[in-house]
């Protein structure tokens, strides 16, 4: 396993100084990783947004490809290239789904690499920031070990309530002309995902350190929060151009 901590230590590191940086202004380790947390998921809120984007973009444009499928039931080639110009027209990319999971992925990782070893990745001179990951936080007697049950559990609740509201799982791909149409087939596997990885985050917190479990909840949130707010901008946005044209 040195390969892994070779290849995630280099992100952890400058997680390490955001930390000892975020901890020595807030003193409070549970509350610097709820701080860093949201510093993390800021930074990719352009990602995000572009997912909830494209996936609203994508119930939108539904109806001209249903029109199209039916257009070409017969030429499932043509019925590719007609689905990949109605895309490139609509500016929908079905791949944009993944790219947040995709960035999000490393972080998590070096987090993970971080906070089972602090002393590596952090200024040895920071014997402060090094103690504090042992801090306690909430029911959590030490943040640098795993919470057995309630975290755990509330994890992978809010990973489900994330992965409902945004819709993830993999990507809508559209028929090439060269098989059965891949969308169809994917979308079984895209409802087991969202039953599948809450259950595994439950498993797997159970074995890595509190704050890891506490990074992921707090950003399970601000997903929930972000997308339930981009979606009632939409809303509010199409109610307006309906208000529009009724008065024209």
Known sequence: MSWYYEIFGTIAKPLGVLLSF???????????????????????????ASQIKGQMKMQDIQPKMQALQKK??????????????????????????????LIQMPILMGLFVLLRNPVAYMAQDNLRMILGSHEGFWWI???????????????GLTTFASMSMTG??????????????????????????????????????????????????IGNLFTVVQTWMLKRMRTKAMNARTAAKQTE
């Not at 990783?33 to 809120?45: A, E, M, N, P, S």
Request: hydrophobic share 45%; with cysteine.
């Open 72 to 101: 070409y039931a017969g030429d499932r080639q043509q019925l590719g290239m007609a689905m990949q110009q109605l895309y490139k027209e609509e500016g929908y990319n079905p791949m944009m789904g993944c790219l947040p999971l």
């Open 168 to 217: 993830m799982g993999m990507p809508a791909t559209p028929p090439t002309g060269d098989g059965p149409d891949m969308s169809a087939q994917m979308q079984p596997m895209m409802k087991m995902m969202r039953v599948f990885m809450p259950v595994f985050i439950v498993v797997m917190a159970r074995t890595m350190p509190a704050g890891l479990s506490v990074y992921w909840m």
């Open 22 to 48: 975020l901890y020595d202004h807030i003193g409070v380790y549970g509350i610097t990783l709820i701080v860093f947390t949201l510093i993390v998921r800021g930074c990719l809120f352009p990602l995000y």
């Open 141 to 155: 007697t030490d943040l640098s070990q795993p919470d057995q049950w309630i975290l755990p559990i509330v994890t």
